[in-house]
């Protein structure tokens, strides 16, 4: 039996300095996993910053798992003690709850998808792993699909983009005035941008920000995160500009700690001011959201993962099944001739029809048997049943 | 047959209305439950309007009742344009249980039967009627986009934690949705009471209290029109001008036919 092994570590079993060191770029995992499967078992290197794990398939489970333990304990002496070895059943159920996101620091992120995949292309599979990246990667996706686990953001900068969203719809071609250059608000920026939203000014310098006054008239979205220790922008400017905005709306978002942004400018009408409390209340207002969407997701896992074990629990009948198949045909081609041969010729429609009845017969006996043998692989008992098969039907040693 | 199409229509319209109650409690299945009410119970009133005009041979929703009817019918026509999208299901919350009220109030009044066909001529009464009721099914959307929008707005500015829980259409789309049917239906209501002024004055008969605050209505769409675009009003001043606007709909529609159909 072909068995499939995973050996890794997580953000659940590491800290950051352990798993940094384990982290592979793209060119390494590639190497490691061609390297694992050097001895002709399948292997595949999924790694990102928050877990690296080696998935292997092969029928010798304790040596590759020795060696996958050992190839991951080389990268640094305290590494060996956090990681996690599984097999089989539980190894896709991992996978599984990994593509879905369910294993995620934030649940559902979606990122995860994606680097499921690739490791998939740059793994050198066979038939198991295929399979199992195959159905991660469909268990993901029907995930996202069934449930909301994804869809509300679960970070400070997606949440503005979010909400920005919420006020203008398509952000295609709104723009952004960004006040001070912090890294969150330079990540909320971008995340604007992603969404079509274009960068009108950065406003870092001081003459920089004494330009604040005209381009507030005519950009959609301003983002704040200076490190001044007083207010950048008052409400009585914010007036002013939207004297000159005809009615057209404006989004304001203030990450700076001391608050850059007037709160006053909350209470004009077509402003709409959040601060960095109000979106750390999102985040974690959908992040309980998405740990509701997670227990659905849960069963759409399970029901994956289970729909593989009984695939792999077929293997072990496979080639009994071919075998009792090559039999039966054996038979029925030879019992024909010998038919042809008492009946005289048969024009083509007879011999057609002759073909399709004892094809008929033989697929009606094997069936039961056949569907037998796989229930019985699903229950653990496929070998037995395999061999009882072999022996009834005398198929030879050389099938095995 | 009339009968046999009316309750469907009424039972669908109530279904989808509870189920987006309940979409609002656990939004999901309710919602797509209502949505598909909204669809058959529409089905449903198509077929019932469809076999009144085949009953009367012409136009039988001349009578304030059966005009009721197939007022029901002009704005749950309109709401399916937007309301099969998730985003639209709260507007749902106000459009249909607003449907079943009005089209139960139709049938009160005789409305949903057959029988109804009136003395004047048909192009009269689907210019006058058929326009005008259009335009006011534009409006009744026009002010559920708009209560939908100050809800929305009112949301963004004192609860910023939920308001990703639901899925609600963005301030921008509301506003420019709002303001496209207004533009649809000022036409038409212009049109329609054009057409009904003609044949007053042609027929020297009297303006009543209906005629009046029609007037005043169209007024009112006029300057939101007018203030929208030449103006530059946008955002809460114009959804509140346009539930102002509603509310004469309303006059009109409920507290007034009577002086009018008589």
Known sequence: MIHLVLVGTSHHHAPVELRERV????????????????????????????????????????????????ALASLGPEVEPALYRLQDRAAAHHLFRVAAGLDSLVPGEGEILGQVRLAH????????????????????????????????PASVSSAAAALAEQVFGSLEGRSILLLGGGKVSEQAARNLRSRGAEIALVANSKTELGRIDEELVGVDVVIASTSAPGLVLEASTVAEALRQRRGRQLLLVDLAVPRDLDP???????????????????????LSGRRREAERAESIVAAEAEKFHEWQASLDVVPAIASLRARAEEIREAELQKAESLLGRLDESQRRAVEAVTAQIVNKLLHLPIVRMKQAAAAA???LYAEAVRHLFGLGEDER | MAELLFWPALLLYGEAAVGYFGDVRRPGRAGRAATWGVRLGWLAQTALLGVQAARDDGFPWGTWASSLDLFVWLVVSAYLIWGCRKPYRLLGLVVMPLAVALLAVARAGGGTGVGSASHYSNLFLVVHVGLVLAAFAG???????????????????TSPATILRRQVPALATLDALALRTVAWSVPLLTLG????????VVRGERLDALIAVTAVTWLVWCAYLGLRLLGGWTG??????????????VVVRLALPATHFA
């Open chain 1, 381 to 383: 008992d496929g070998v």
């Open chain 1, 23 to 70: 982290a592979l770029d793209r060119e390494a995992a590639e190497a490691l996993a061609a390297r694992l499967a050097a001895d002709g078992c399948e292997a595949a290197c999924l790694s990102t910053c928050n877990r690296t794990e080696l998935y292997l398939a092969t029928e010798e489970a304790e040596q590759a798992e020795r060696e996958a333990v050992d």
């Open chain 1, 121 to 152: 292309e740059l793994g050198t599979t066979g038939p198991l792993l295929d399979r199992v990246f195959r159905q991660a990667l469909h268990a993901g996706r029907k995930v996202r699909a069934q449930t909301a686990i994804g869809e509300s």
């Open chain 1, 264 to 286: 006053a400018i909350a209470e004009l009408d077509g402003c709409y001011l959040y601060d960095i409390d109000d979106l750390e209340q999102i985040v974690a207002e959908t």
């Open chain 2, 139 to 157: 409006f009744t959307l026009a002010a559920a986009l708009s209560g939908l929008y100050v809800w929305q707005e009112k949301r963004l500015r």
């Open chain 2, 193 to 200: 009471v054009a057409v009904g002024l003609v044949r007053l």
């Open chain 2, 236 to 249: 809460r001043r114009a959804a509140y001008l346009a539930l102002a606007g509603f509310v004469l709909v």
